[in-house]
């Protein structure tokens, strides 16, 4: 079992900035890929980061240009970028892991959710 433990949310003024952070626990499962979603209060939980193991990222279009998705081997750590911040990003933003086991089965794990408020 992996656990993960998400920080940055807050709340900023539109035009701000804010990093968030996903931590996980120690694992020998091989880490596959991490997801950054966001939902917001009445809407569906939506991708808006990924990247993989071998470093490819997608962007939703809402925030290209603007999130960055990076990671940190070293010290188990993902992270989202998030600058030039809009009301429209309020959400509550969740990482999502997938490791890879030895068996080779796939497993991935939720993160307990930050919320990011943008002020106009």
């Known amino acids: 079992q992996v656990q993960l433990v998400e920080s940055g949310g807050g709340l900023v003024q539109a035009g701000g900035s804010l990093r968030l952070s996903c931590a996980a626990s120690k694992t020998s499962m091989t880490f596959k890929e991490i997801g950054w979603y966001r939902q917001a209060p009445g809407k569906q939980r939506e991708l808006v980061a990924d990247l993989n193991n071998g470093g490819t990222t997608i962007y939703a279009d809402s925030v290209k240009g603007r999130f960055t998705i990076s990671r940190d081997s070293n010290r188990n750590r993902a992270y989202l970028q998030m600058n030039n911040l809009k009301p429209e990003d309020t959400a509550v933003y969740y990482c999502?892991?997938?490791?890879?086991?030895?068996?080779?089965?796939?497993?991935?794990?939720w993160g307990q959710g930050t919320q990011v408020t943008v002020s106009s």
């Open positions: 999502n892991v997938v490791f890879i086991a030895p068996s080779e089965y796939a497993y991935d794990y």
